[in-house]
Structure formats: structure tokens, C-alpha cells
């Protein structure tokens, strides 16, 4: 989908299991219905008494630049940045060349 | 495609060195399962049967390429070593001669071999570089791709690509020799915060790698083959670009692919442990690696980009979602500049 602001791509990542799009333009992020309770509702988890400080995560990330595409909280799920379950295929052929 | 007289040459000098042993009097067809592997312009590759012959680029000069094809000689395990220790005239350009090795399978990119290809490099930048070598050519090949770039119609996308060339600094951009390595400098506020303001509080102090490292120059997944085909170990193939330089513009193609949301971050992690694990030289063993991958893994971003423009003009195709991926990079290190790299971007 186009960003509605400056129309540029925007690009789905998930966040804390919530589904997000950011433009990779102006970086303006767009909720779903519903999207926005459910990043308030794991906010409150997160800084509950009971909640420890940080989730545990099965896989941080490593270190990113700070000009790098956004990566979600979580990986392997198959919807952050362009690389979700089955390859682009423009990528594999970026892997091989010059 | 028509066969030019290079090709034809190449390919018959191919299977002569493959065949040295059969009497081929008639240019039958060769039953070994000869191919073109490459027919460019700077860059023409065929193989019969176990041997490959390659024709260098126009420019290459003769005592540059030996020195590299002499390096690779004395790096067997590392580096594919060639048939012949010097290159052959054909047709006004250089040739060498190789064993075949069997590559990375394209169709299959998910097996490509991560911890291999580290370790290799890891090992290739503890060599002691041998006298002689000329420059790593990785930076020349960057500022190539821009010339091509401005030769190109402008796109929406070729501004943000230049601008980000712009911000590198000379050296990364071959107006400069690599004379200092980048993150050699200790780095005023590296520091794991939001505060862009904040004090110097852990100021990078490793040891890092000066430019006297041997360095592949253009390392990707066709760089790699197993040899003895099919199932030898896996060394680096290419000495075109090979020399003394910065030894993280080995580990910038992965770490700008992983820096573009392309590469899993996992692939990313499993090659950044094995060039550590290997004991490469061009990141500290531990901890934030970005301060020193950053300016080469820009240049990459940029080179990328450039070359996708380049080529998707030509072709009169929009960018696709993978090279726009590329070209926003771009765009976003405008905002960022190499000496504030080191924070994050969380």
C-alpha cells in the first residue's frame, strides 16, 4: 500500500505481535483497527508490576544502522521487511551479483 | 545470442585446455557439457568440462592480474588456485584458466553457505598481505557504478543515491587512498542510547584492522564454489578486485542486505558469528559491529542502488519493492551521518 501522506511504499512489520505499516518515505506509521488498543494493551503488560522489564525474545535482533530498514521486535514470522517466508526473487539474484 | 569472436576464441581455447588429451580436428559439438557462464563486458566466462576459462575486463593490466592469480596460488583453502600462474592474450584481452568448481545454486539461495563464506574471508584477512598486491579494488567498483549512475536519464531515485555517495568519506569513494581504516578513530558518544547528546560513554577502543589487510574486494554469493566438484570444500573465487584495503568492505554486501530488511536477521548472525568465531580482523570480536561496517556497508547500499537504477532504466522497468528496499537506505542516511552511525535506531 501507498502512504497517504507522501505516498510512498509502506511496509508491513509486526510489533509485539501487532501488525504495523510504515512509510519508508516520511516513516509515518499506519494502525489497523484495533492495532492501536492492542500496542496499549502489551504496553501495560510490559510495564505491569509483574511483567519483568524487558520480554524475553527468542531471537533479539542484532544491531541495525541507525539508516537501516525497520526491523519488528520480532523476527522469522514471516512479515517483517521483505524477507518472510519465501524469498524474493529479486533479492536472490541481488545474493549474486556484482 | 550471437557468439562474438572473443567468445568463440575463449571457448575454444576452453576446450582445448579441458580436452589437451583428445584430437579434436572438427569444431564438433564438445559432448562434455561446455556452457557460457558469463558474457559481459568487462567480464567473459566459459567452461569445458573441468576447466573454465575466463577473459578479464579491457582495463585490466597484466602485472596487477598476475600478482592476484600469484596470491591465489599461494592460498590454496582458501582462494581457488588457477591452472596457469600467469594470463594468456586472446583477442586483446587477458585470460586465465581455472578448475571448475561447483557454485552456489541461485535457485536455491536459502543453502547459501554463510558460515563457509565468513570463515574463508577470516582466514583471508589474517593472511599476511604479500608484497606487490595492488589496491582492493571495492571502492573504484563503487565509484564505477556511480559514474554509471550519472551517465543514466535521472530517476526520482538517482538524487537520494547520490546524496548518500556524497556523505562518504574519499577514501570510500576511490578519490582517496584507504590510508585510515574507518573506526579507527576513537568515536566521541558511541553509546547504546536515544540521546543524541549524550557523553562519550563507552568510546570504541578496540584494535582495528589497519588497510594493509588482504581483502577479497567483491565478495557475493557467486563468489564462492566447492572444489573438487561436487562436493569439495567451498573457497572464494574472483581475484579481479582482490588486495591490500579495508578488510569490512568484505562483510558489507551481507551487512547491507541485513541493514535493508533483505537479509533474515538470522543469515546476518550466523555470518557475523563465524567471521568472529574464525577470528576475523575487520569487527571487534564482540559487541556493536556497525561502527565498523558502517561506511562500507553505505557504500554498498549506494553502489546497489545505483546499479539498480542503472539497469532498470535501461530495461525501462520501475524499481522493484527489493531495489526500492535499496534506495530508501539511501534516502534515510541523509538524515544520518557516518559519524553518527553508531547509534541505533530503535
Known amino acids: 500500500m501507498q502512504c497517504p501522506k507522501c505516498h510512498a511504499p509502506m511496509h508491513t512489520y509486526n510489533r509485539n505481535g501487532v501488525q504495523i505499516e510504515q512509510c519508508s518515505g516520511c516513516r509515518g506509521i499506519f494502525l489497523d483497527y484495533g492495532e492501536l488498543e492492542a500496542l496499549t494493551r502489551v504496553e501495560s503488560q510490559w510495564s505491569g508490576p509483574a511483567a519483568p522489564p524487558q520480554a524475553p525474545q527468542a531471537y533479539p535482533a542484532p544491531p541495525a544502522p541507525a539508516w537501516g530498514a525497520p526491523h519488528g521486535g520480532h523476527h522469522g514470522g514471516g512479515h517483517g521487511g521483505h524477507y518472510g517466508g519465501k524469498r524474493h526473487k529479486s533479492f536472490g539474484h541481488m545474493l549474486f551479483s556484482s | 545470442m550471437t557468439a562474438t569472436p572473443l567468445l568463440s576464441a575463449l571457448t575454444a581455447r576452453a576446450r582445448a585446455k579441458a580436452h589437451t588429451h583428445t584430437r579434436t580436428t572438427t569444431p564438433t559439438p564438445c559432448p562434455c557439457g561446455a556452457e557460457t557462464l558469463t558474457d559481459r563486458p568487462d567480464a567473459t566466462v566459459v567452461r569445458h568440462a573441468d576447466t573454465v576459462a575466463k577473459a578479464h575486463a579491457p582495463d585490466t593490466t597484466p602485472a596487477e592480474l598476475t600478482a592476484r592469480l600469484t596470491t591465489a596460488t599461494h592460498l590454496p583453502g582458501i582462494l581457488l588456485p588457477p591452472l596457469t600462474p600467469t594470463p594468456t592474450d586472446l583477442h586483446g584481452r587477458l585470460v586465465t584458466f581455472w578448475p571448475y568448481g561447483t557454485p552456489v545454486d541461485p535457485e536455491d539461495p536459502d543453502a547459501a553457505p554463510w558460515e563457509d563464506a ?134 558489507a554486501r551481507p551487512a547491507a542486505w541485513y541493514a535493508c530488511g533483505l537479509l533474515p536477521p538470522d543469515e546476518w548472525t550466523r555470518f557475523l558469528t563465524a567471521y568472529r568465531t574464525a577470528g576475523g580482523p575487520a569487527v571487534p570480536p564482540d559487541g556493536d559491529p556497525w561502527p565498523a561496517l558502517d561506511v562500507a556497508a553505505r557504500a554498498l547500499t549506494v553502489q546497489t542502488a545505483a546499479l539498480a537504477i542503472v539497469k532498470a532504466t535501461a530495461a525501462d522497468r520501475p524499481l522493484d519493492d527489493v531495489q526500492q528496499a535499496v534506495v530508501d537506505a539511501c534516502a534515510r542516511m541523509g538524515s544520518v551521518p557516518p559519524e553518527l552511525a553508531h547509534e541505533y535506531a530503535k
Request: net charge neutral.
Open chain 2, 118 to 251: 565468513a570463515t574463508l574471508l577470516a582466514r583471508l584477512h589474517r593472511t599476511p598481505a604479500p608484497p606487490g598486491l595492488p589496491p582492493m579494488r571495492g571502492p573504484a567498483k563503487a565509484a564505477q557504478a556511480i559514474t554509471r549512475l550519472r551517465a543514466t536519464t535521472p530517476q526520482p531515485a538517482t538524487t537520494p543515491v547520490l546524496a548518500a555517495w556524497a556523505t562518504l568519506p574519499p577514501w570510500a569513494r576511490a578519490e582517496a587512498p584507504m590510508r585510515e581504516a574507518p573506526g579507527v578513530h576513537p568515536l566521541p558518544g558511541h553509546t547504546h542510547t536515544h540521546t543524541a547528546t549524550a557523553t562519550a560513554t563507552a568510546t570504541h577502543t578496540h584494535t582495528h584492522p589497519t588497510t594493509t589487510t588482504l581483502c577479497h574486494g567483491d565478495l557475493h554469493l557467486g563468489q564462492l564454489v566447492r572444489h573438487p566438484a561436487p562436493d569439495g570444500p567451498w573457497l572464494l573465487i574472483d581475484v579481479d578486485d582482490l588486495g591490500i584495503g579495508t578488510p569490512t568492505w568484505d562483510l
